[in-house]
DNA sequence: ATCCGGGACT
DNA sequence: AGTCCCGGAT
């Protein structure tokens, strides 16, 4: 047997009974679809039931409240699925006189119907023939084939919506689809997968290359720090202080101006009123001028810079500043954002 | 206490 | 690319 008709009958053989399979109704499948993004059936399961119970039809959900759909779906998350399924069961009543379409052309124009939700109402209520790509289908793919394309990028989504393409079974793809996703979540499950008693594990390069913990491959998405840079810019004739960096952090070893950093944007006042200012600059700071603040992106950061330029005070020097003229400024390495400041002010 | 999984919209 | 949310796993 090829792949499709193993986990078919693997499906068959093995899947849960849930309430809205063995039904071709699209608003009930619809109903079940948006209920299950993001959301595990023991979860789902509860809301399901009293959504059915209470819009009966999509007509009915039409009718309703916005309140009344938010409360309903109090406590479910992304609560923004709740206010899409009002438009588009209002939409449904006004284009297709309260029928639920049932092809992918027609659904993928709804609210919240995204290409996963167009693909099963349509192949689960039409059996037309659209692969779905849910979380299951990407890991069963990425490990039966050995793919590492992450899952997550653009290039790795097209992959396996075409790969899913190919694979699907075109005389039953509802049946095909199910089976996908049932076999991916009871089966070859995140963790722990039962390879054991996999039907297709003889198949699957994952399996048989040990990488099956390893797939599928997920791009980190690094959260990205936010970071307020504020440097000082003081000059003295034509020389400017400079700040030669550690080597922990960012910019390791090259150089920038005396800073302080904060984990707000505060207004000029507020920042010199920090004592580790004070205790270097004095309490009697001239500001002379103050740049716009620059947004600078890293790769897990971004920067808001500004310089503030101040009145030379006598100041306490701290061990890695540096007093250097402004025509030997180009020697010394200087991050971009640096470069930009200091160029907006000496045309270097 | 923190991480992870999971579709669609903007 | 960032945002929306919660529950289960670690």
Not at 78 to 104: I, W
Not at 148 to 162: A, D
Not at 268 to 288: D, H, R, T
Not at 321 to 337: G, R
């Amino acid at each position: 047997m090829n792949f499709t008709d193993e986990l078919v009958q693997w499906y068959l053989n093995n899947k849960r009974d849930l309430p809205w399979r063995n039904t071709t109704d699209p608003y009930v499948i619809w109903l079940s679809e948006i209920i299950l993004q993001q959301t595990r059936v023991e979860q789902g399961m509860p809301y399901f039931y009293r959504f059915l119970e209470k819009y009966p039809n999509v007509s009915s959900f039409a009718a309703a409240h916005e309140d009344e759909i938010l409360k309903l779906w109090q406590g479910l998350g992304y609560y923004s699925r709740g206010r899409n399924m009002l438009k588009t069961a209002q939409l449904v009543q006004e284009l297709h006189s309260g029928r639920f379409p049932d092809s992918y052309d027609e659904l993928i124009k709804l609210k919240g119907i995204g290409e996963y939700t167009a693909a099963a109402i349509a192949s689960f209520a039409a059996n037309e023939a659209k692969a779905v790509v849910d979380g299951n289908v990407y890991r069963v793919l990425a490990r039966y084939l050995g793919i590492y394309e992450p899952i997550n990028s653009t290039g790795g989504k097209k992959t396996f919506q075409k790969v899913a393409d190919d694979f699907l079974n075109k005389k039953f793809p509802g049946l095909h689809n199910q089976a996908m996703m049932e076999f991916g979540a009871m089966l070859c499950k995140p963790k722990n997968p039962n390879c054991g008693i996999c039907p297709i594990r003889a198949g699957c390069v994952a399996f048989k290359t040990n990488a099956v913990a390893t797939l599928p491959v997920k791009l980190k998405t690094v959260k990205v720090r936010e970071r307020f840079f504020n440097y000082f810019l003081i000059t003295e004739g034509d020389t400017i202080l400079m700040n030669k960096r550690g080597d922990k952090d960012i910019w390791a070893n090259m150089f920038d101006l005396p800073m302080t950093e904060t984990d707000t944007l505060l207004t000029v006042e507020e920042l010199l009123k920090q004592p580790e200012i004070s205790a270097v600059f004095g309490n009697s700071i001239k500001v002379i001028e103050v740049s716009p603040v620059h947004k600078h992106i890293l790769t897990h950061q971004r920067l808001f810079v500004r310089l503030i330029k101040i009145e030379k005070q006598p100041l306490k020097m701290h061990q890695n500043w540096v007093k250097i003229s402004v025509q030997n400024l180009h020697e010394l390495a200087l991050p971009k954002i640096i470069f930009i400041l200091l160029k907006n002010i000496f045309n270097l």
